[in-house]
């Protein structure tokens, strides 16, 4: 963080105040290597000298002719330029007064005469580890308002064009650049033209708008393996040489930039390009990392287009038309209320002063901007339903985990509507199952949410999972959420299962919803081999009965045996240091010995420096340097056995069925998700080291 905030500033810069010459040259030969100095040997000019450079750090003497320290420090305290620039005192005074004196003024730290150099490094980098941590949190504050002011400008009624110059202009000022581009690709998607800018007005160049380029190789190359993503790796930029030379034809003012695509599913439709002066120095990481997320924000936007447009194509008869003019009313209706709630609560934080408060509020926002992407993760569904390419995938997870994290989940609104629920679950039924684990939690959360929304306050709501009669390798299962809510008449049952539909489907209804939860859930269930029926009463409640077919885990832990592997050791590949911590923590107890590596290079030469070392190697995918699948593919081609025998396990977030599919092409023999789970992970290294 410290490295990161430094190139994004100036040198840090050190102001000394002493009267005696030497004093001043010790201290600027400690500092002088990594800090720009500025000195003053008389208090009135420090003052000046402060006000003028705004130096991160004063070090000042207290004993001085004329304006002794004291004085100083009363006098930058009381100046809203300087007040913030902590001081620390240098004196050869050791009385307990004089030092609770300085404290009382403001001073943050003393150093004591004669100087150590390493007491006098350590407590400048004390002070400004803790300042540009302020920096960091106060920057990071300014983002989120920004952010919330972007997604605020997008709920306006202004033209698209105006509002999306207005997003350029935004982000260019808070990013400090020369200017910003948005170009769009043509139809024939080898011409980019230039749609929307925003130019720094200290340069006065001339509008870029309407500017045609046409792309060529090797940048048609290089974008195509560009993927949607936040941070370095869904960008081009001029931190890399790599990039340069292919970048160079298309390079009109300025030879600093982020060049960012926009996606609409997963191909891109245009680009969004950042350039700076032509100055030396680099992108700093969280410029990249916000660049990429603008694009991501316009990304959504044309994704929304998108949608609405395919949506709309489906109104083929005046019926349709009309429940998709609901359902858009509905939709836009829900989409804003958490938005606000975001823009809201965004607002408040940024007016207050207490930290508590501040905290509060953006919990808030937090939890609408869950329920924002909850809906738009409902509105991508159906999309790929109507495209035909909803796909499960096949993992293992625990059930009474996922189903402990639901009830977390669902605990607020079953309290405010003081429901009484119980949960009932066949014992026979084995923790562990194999099968789409978020598309399961995804109907039964849909079923209890909506179980809750149409029960009256002090409602009964329950859960009960029974197994059906299994095979060997298949368990059907049956989940029926029954509550005493207001029910649904026997000419509706049908309707709330049709997409955009409601049972109450007006305008004016009672209660909120866009009417694709029980659609999809129906769609799902289909998927896993089973359905959803409905047995319900008006005033009295519902019954909605919920199966599905998972797989039974092949192997079983015998609850008897040891989980020891003791005498094992493990190749842990993975960048992130809390992913490191986590997997060590939880392997603990079991006794295996984990040898780690930072990146794919680096457990690539570890294991080949001792191959017959390791007994299996947990391998993340998305690592610097070398990812883990290239990793798996060179230690599989290595001459020794042990290469081509080693079990390797991805340790992935991406386990889309061709994600895991790219795992296993390149030798990996199986896959855990993130976040991990403990018995999934121990049944991993059961299964390939017992």
Request: net charge negative.
């Amino acid at each position: 963080m410290d490295e990161m905030l430094m190139e994004e500033r100036k040198k840090n810069t050190i102001l000394i105040v002493d009267d005696e010459k030497s004093n001043i040259m010790t201290l600027t030969h400690i500092l002088s290597p990594s800090y720009t100095i500025y000195a003053s040997r008389d208090g009135q000019d420090a003052i000046e000298v402060a006000h003028e450079y705004i130096p991160d750090i004063i070090l000042l003497d207290i004993l001085m002719p004329g304006m002794d320290g004291y004085c100083v420090i009363e006098a930058l305290k009381n100046s809203e330029k300087t007040r913030l620039i902590p001081v620390i005192f240098i004196t050869g005074l050791s009385s307990d007064d004089d030092e609770k004196k300085g404290l009382s003024l403001g001073a943050a730290d003393y150093i004591s005469k004669p100087f150590n150099q390493a007491i006098v490094e350590l407590r400048v980098k004390i002070q400004l580890k803790i300042i540009n941590q302020m920096r960091a949190l106060d920057k990071q504050f300014k983002q989120q308002i920004l952010m919330a002011s972007i997604s605020q400008n997008f709920l306006t009624n202004t033209n698209k064009s105006a509002i999306f110059s207005n997003t350029l202009r935004m982000i260019g000022e808070f990013m400090e650049v020369a200017q910003v581009l948005l170009f769009i690709l043509k139809e024939d998607r080898l011409t980019l033209t230039c749609n929307n800018e925003w130019i720094s007005p200290k340069f006065g160049m001339q509008s870029r708008i309407g500017e045609c380029i046409p792309l060529k190789e090797p940048m048609i190359s290089i974008t195509k393996n560009i993927k949607p993503g936040i941070g370095k790796n869904a960008c081009l930029h001029s931190n890399d040489p790599s990039f340069r030379a292919a970048m160079r034809p298309y390079r009109v003012n300025f030879t600093n930039y982020i060049t960012t695509p926009i996606f609409i599913k997963g191909t891109i439709c245009g680009i969004i390009d950042f350039s700076k002066e032509n100055d030396t120095r680099e992108w700093s990481e969280s410029e990249i990392n916000l660049a990429t997320h603008v694009a991501s924000i316009f990304s959504g936007v044309y994704e929304r287009e998108d949608m609405e447009r395919t949506i709309l194509a489906q109104a083929l008869t005046e019926k349709s038309r009309k429940a998709k003019s609901e359902f858009l009313s509905r939709m836009s209706h829900e989409m804003r209320t958490p938005m606000n709630a975001i823009i809201g609560m965004t607002y408040l934080a940024r007016n207050a002063d207490d930290r508590s408060k501040i905290n509060e509020y953006l919990a808030k926002s937090d939890n609408a901007s869950h329920h924002l992407l909850q809906l738009i993760d409902h509105v991508l569904d159906i999309s790929s339903i109507e495209d035909n390419k909803l796909i499960l995938s096949d993992t293992e997870f625990n059930i009474d985990a996922m189903l402990k994290q639901l009830f977390k989940e669902l605990d607020t609104e079953i309290n405010v509507k003081q429901h009484s629920f119980s949960f009932e679950k066949d014992p026979a039924i084995p923790e562990t199952l194999i099968g789409d684990r978020n598309r399961l939690y995804q109907v039964i959360s849909s079923l209890l949410s909506n179980a809750i929304k149409f029960t009256p306050d002090h409602g009964s709501i329950k859960l009960k999972i029974s197994g059906l009669k299994s095979d060997k390798e298949m368990l059907p299962l049956q989940f029926e959420v029954i509550d005493n809510g207001i029910g649904i008449p026997k000419e509706q049952k049908d309707k709330i299962f049709t997409l955009f539909e409601q049972a109450d489907g007006g305008i004016d209804r009672k209660f909120a919803g866009v009417g694709s939860g029980l659609y999809l859930s129906k769609h799902i269930a289909g998927l896993m081999g089973g359905e959803i029926s409905i047995d319900s009463e008006p005033g009295k409640g519902s019954r909605f009965i919920f199966t599905a077919k998972l797989k039974i885990k092949a192997i079983n832990i015998d609850s008897n045996a040891s989980l020891s592997f003791k005498g094992k050791t493990a190749l842990l590949a993975e960048d992130v240091e809390v992913n490191r911590e986590i997997i060590i923590a939880l392997l603990e107890e079991t006794e295996i010995k984990i040898e780690c590596a930072t990146n794919g290079r680096e457990a690539l030469e570890l294991f080949t420096a001792h191959p017959d070392k390791f007994d299996i190697i947990m391998m993340d995918i998305n690592m610097p340097v070398m990812d883990g699948i290239e990793a798996t593919r060179q230690i599989r081609s290595l001459e020794t056995p042990k290469g081509k025998e080693v079990p390797i396990i991805a340790v992935t977030a991406n386990v889309l069925p061709e994600d895991v599919t790219e795992y296993i092409k390149a030798g990996m023999n199986d896959y855990v998700s993130k976040p991990v789970d403990f018995d999934i992970l121990v049944h991993m290294l059961y299964k390939y080291l017992k």
